[in-house]
T-cell receptor
Framework: DVKVTQSSRYLVKRTGEKVFLECVQDMDHENMFWYRQDPGLGLRLIYFSYDVKMKEKGDIPEGYSVSREKKERFSLILESASTNQTSMYLC?????????????FGDGTRLSIL | AQSVAQPEDQVNVAEGNPLTVKCTYSVSGNPYLFWYVQYPNRGLQFLLKYITGDNLVKGSYGFEAEFNKSQTSFHLKKPSALVSDSALYFCAVTITGYSSASKIIFGSGTRLSIRP
């Protein structure tokens, strides 16, 4: 079974801090994704990576950056946290064998910016 | 614009009754369609998918979904609801014709509540 692990379930940070959210998957998946989930808005894609060191902006990349130095790890970075980045953050991975493959999600990190 | 719509924010059903959670989509090309479920304080779990072939797709936990190309819909169904089915359900569409960087669009989610 695929396991996607997000390093923190809950995180509280202050405005202006640099915040790192970490995600690790154990199934050798090429594709990894970062979403934020807000009530009534569903999931919105922040960034995705289709291979090591490769990344592409999603729908809402402003204020975020990512790092993928190793295949199993995909990090989301909030360069200077702001209160409007308080949200649930979900990481997902997927095999590159085709768009017909489902995504596998971590349990999320609930981030509060004070 | 390409989009996925889940027209109901909440669906309430009595235990033992059939349930339907609606999803319609508007995309160009041939879509791959997915349903995911999210239990409280958890990530999304894959339920089922439609790729091609039979319009009725069976998935986990007794759920099934019906693909209707003419109505561009992919409604999630279950013949007899359980209290444990109470959760948040997401419909998603993957656009074909891309490389591994295929675009995935999620609906806004429908909260399913099953009363005993």
């Amino acid at each position: 079974d695929v396991k996607v692990t997000q390093s923190s379930r809950y995180l509280v940070k202050r405005t202006g801090e640099k915040v790192f959210l970490e995600c690790v998957q154990d199934m050798d998946h090429e594709n990894m994704f970062w979403y934020r989930q807000d009530p009534g808005l569903g999931l919105r894609l922040i960034y995705f990576s289709y291979d090591v060191k490769m990344k592409e902006k999603g729908d809402i990349p402003e204020g975020y950056s990512v790092s993928r130095e190793k295949k199993e790890r995909f990090s989301l970075i909030l360069e200077s946290a702001s209160t409007n980045q308080t949200s649930m953050y979900l990481c997902a991975s997927r095999s590159a064998s085709g768009a017909n493959q489902p995504q596998h999600f971590g349990d999320g990190t609930r981030l509060s910016i004070l | 614009a390409q989009s996925v719509a889940q027209p109901e924010d909440q669906v309430n059903v009595a235990e033992g009754n059939p349930l339907t959670v609606k999803c319609t989509y508007s995309v160009s090309g041939n879509p791959y369609l997915f349903w995911y479920v999210q239990y409280p304080n958890r990530g999304l779990q894959f339920l089922l998918k439609y790729i091609t072939g039979d319009n009725l797709v069976k998935g986990s936990y007794g759920f099934e979904a019906e693909f209707n190309k003419s109505q561009t819909s992919f409604h999630l169904k279950k013949p007899s609801a359980l209290v444990s089915d109470s959760a948040l359900y997401f419909c998603a569409v993957t656009i074909t014709g891309y490389s591994s960087a295929s675009k995935i669009i999620f609906g806004s989610g429908t909260r399913l509540s099953i009363r005993p």
